[in-house]
């Protein structure tokens, strides 16, 4: 039987396809936020014991990984007015090319891995391992800044859904800090991008050459 | 009790956000005594946490608190001179981020629960961040920037790790609290496999925080482009932080029986570390960068060491005391140069024992010290390293060691040498006097690494001891 928290899953491995595909920004965002909302309510499907706490806390995540986050880097780049392509080290081709070699290859390595604490869900370690690698992928083959924070934000998401089995065993307190830290991380990022776009006028890194060995 | 002592300096940091000037910098001294004041109460009472399930007293972590308290007081003083000659636009902030860094790093020494050190050490990024970025120009913004990045991506590996640690608790079917001190208790239980695949993570995170080579990038950029003070802090106490994230793991995997696995990795980082700070340190030409490529050094062999166990682990302890020392003084020293020659280029300073003088025998006396000459403490713990080494048999790696500490200090000294007794540009005017403030600070430092080589109290070999005892360490 499929568990219905991997019908989502599946959407969050497609929506891994269109985020390498696409050369604009705003779409990447959206995807982001997609990604966000569904890594912080999956463990609502996983028959975790849903005391008060826990769903204020997943609310709080929701809010945090699903909408703030997404939308102060969207209205970041409204407010810088960018609107030209993404600057790539690797092509899009090429990139749509590796995803799709990655969520082939993330299940077959999760398979050996043999993790049974994900109650009933046969997805959750290769989505997570997918989202991983991807947003690595994304901090390397793209030189625009915002495309590395955002890389960086679906590599915090897919930890996020490796530590839905370890949440269990701890207090929220200390999974509010972590995403306290993720949050006001991704702040002091958004702070560097928009003084950078002052200074250059533009967010491609390779200007960001002066600095060697 | 434990906990107030970070709370302190968190508060008066946030409180020295809204501060004019000259009220900043007397928070920034008061607080710097009290922490002092503190850690040394903490020291000798060793009380209980509010929040055991979080926070603990442990030997290492009493090592390094009590060296960011003495480093931290020092450097206040330091920087209530420094701000009125260094042009800082928003001292507010300077102040008030490094209160936070304090705090921040604190919490670092003390935490016990695994993710409650993950939080402390990415709010140490977090909070020093604005300081790296204080002097606002594009360089600075570059090292900001790669800092920020770098790190976070590097601690979000640490993350992955510390959660792959409680995967093994679950297919061990340990149920214990998640904190480093209660699985270092049920180690053998756990499964190895995960705490395997676990401590690389980890040590891949931290490690990048604490600057071993491949992951290092990030840190000369940084320690040149902070001003000296905040370049003191991260070089001093900043890698020893996330050094402790490393060590606290490995204790959990010596305690499991892994420990040759983990030595084996860290010596193999260490050693890399070592080897790239010698390849880079020769054809530096910015002082500080220089100085940045030895803290590398510095850490490869508190890896190394630490890998290798035994008598080295307790030489990589004595290393990671006096390089704190030596090293922060290094680079407040190395504020004073720049404030006098107003650039960072080696090749524009110059006969720096006629210019400088004061400043001069604190760079020197600093640059004997780090490059480990006899009397000073990072000769003994190298040495203890390289005993260590060859008791348990790693012949080559000992040799590669020895080599490349050879490298570094040739082309240390062929620096130093240039800035101290070359020949300075003609048109060279000392911008500066060496007021105490700006040399005293410095000669303490020194000092009480020069005291700890000749007379170690008991209550810290104890402690020294009592750490290394837990990764098979000692004599």
């Known amino acids: 039987m499929i568990h219905p928290v991997d019908i989502l899953l599946t959407l969050v491995l497609l929506s891994v396809l269109f985020a390498f595909a696409s050369s604009r920004l705003p779409v990447l965002i959206r995807i982001l936020a997609f990604q966000g909302v569904v890594v912080s309510i999956v463990p609502f499907f996983l028959g975790h014991d849903m005391a008060t706490g826990s769903i204020v806390f997943t609310l709080a995540t929701l809010t945090i990984r699903g909408i703030i986050i997404p939308w102060s880097i969207y209205s970041m780049i409204k407010k810088m007015g960018i609107k030209r392509e993404m600057e790539t080290v690797v092509g899009y081709n090429v990139s749509v090319f590796v995803s799709l070699l990655l969520i082939v290859a993330a299940p077959m390595l999760s398979h050996k891995f043999n993790l049974t604490f994900f109650s009933g869900s046969t997805l959750i370690t290769p989505t997570a391992i997918t989202l991983v690698v991807a947003g690595m992928f994304l901090l390397m083959a793209r030189r625009n800044a915002i495309a590395m924070v955002l890389g960086y934000i679906m590599m915090e998401n897919g930890i996020y859904l490796v530590g839905t089995s370890f949440s269990a065993r701890t207090q929220h307190i200390v999974e509010f800090g972590i995403l306290l830290d993720v949050l006001a991380g991704v702040m002091i990022m958004a702070i560097m991008l928009q003084s950078m776009s002052h200074k250059y006028d533009n967010l491609d890194t390779a200007l960001l050459r002066e600095l060697k060995e | ?475």
């Open chain 2, 1 to 475: 009790m434990v906990e107030v002592i970070f709370l302190v300096p968190f508060i008066t940091g946030l409180a020295a956000f809204f501060l004019p000037g000259i009220a900043g910098r007397v928070v920034l001294g008061l607080t710097g005594a009290v922490h002092l004041l503190m850690s040394i109460l903490l020291w000798v009472n060793r009380p209980d946490a509010f929040f055991p399930e979080f926070f603990a007293v442990t030997p290492e972590g009493l090592l390094s608190l009590i060296v960011i308290s003495l480093l931290f007081f020092l450097i206040s003083i330091y920087v209530t001179e420094y701000l009125r000659e260094a042009d800082i636009r928003s001292e507010n902030i300077f102040i008030g981020s490094i209160l936070l860094f304090l705090s921040t790093m604190t919490m670092v020494t003390l935490s016990d629960h695994i993710m409650v050190m993950w939080i402390a050490i990415e709010a140490t990024t977090l909070a020093s961040a604005p300081l790296i970025y204080t002097h606002r120009t594009a360089k600075a913004l570059e090292a900001t920037w790669k800092y920020v990045l770098i790190c976070s991506v590097g601690i979000a590996m640490a993350l992955l790790g510390s959660i792959l640690l409680t995967l093994a608790m679950d297919a061990g079917n340990v149920n214990v609290p998640v904190s480093f001190s209660a699985l270092t208790g049920v180690a053998k239980q756990l499964d190895p496999t995960w705490l395997k695949a676990g401590f690389v993570f980890i040590l891949v995170g931290y490690g990048t925080k604490m600057g071993l080579a491949p992951m290092h990038t990030w840190l000369p950029d940084a320690h040149s482009e902070a001003p000296s003070p905040a370049s003191a802090l991260l070089s001093g106490v900043l890698l020893n932080c996330a050094y402790l994230g490393i060590f606290k793991t490995n204790k959990i995997m010596f305690a499991a029986g892994l420990g040759d696995f983990s030595g084996m990795i860290l010596m193999v980082f260490g050693l890399m570390s070592i080897i790239a700070a010698a390849t880079f340190i020769l054809k530096q030409t910015e002082y500080k960068r220089m100085l940045a490529y030895s803290s590398i050094e510095n850490m490869g062999i508190i890896a190394f060491g630490t890998g290798i166990g035994g008598i080295g682990a307790y030489g990589a302890i004595l290393c990671l005391l006096h390089h704190s020392l030596i090293k922060s003084s290094l680079f407040l020293t190395s504020g004073n140069i720049l404030f006098g020659f107003k650039s960072r280029f080696i090749g524009q300073t110059g006969n720096l024992v006629k210019l400088m003088p004061k400043t001069f025998v604190a760079f020197f006396a600093g640059f004997a010290g780090i490059s480990g000459f006899p009397p000073f403490g990072i000769f003994i713990g190298e040495l203890l390293i390289i005993v260590g080494a060859f008791r348990s048999g790693h012949y080559t790696m000992a040799a590669i060691f020895i080599l490349s500490l050879c490298f570094i200090f040739a082309g240390f000294a062929n620096h130093v040498m240039k800035i101290s007794f070359g020949k300075a540009p003609s048109d060279t005017r000392i911008a500066i006097t060496e007021k105490p403030c700006l040399v005293w600070p410095q000669y303490a430092l020194l000092l009480t690494s020069l005291v700890l080589c000749f007379w170690m109290p008991d209550t810290l070999y104890q402690t020294i001891i009592d750490a290394v005892a837990a990764i098979g360490g000692g004599f």
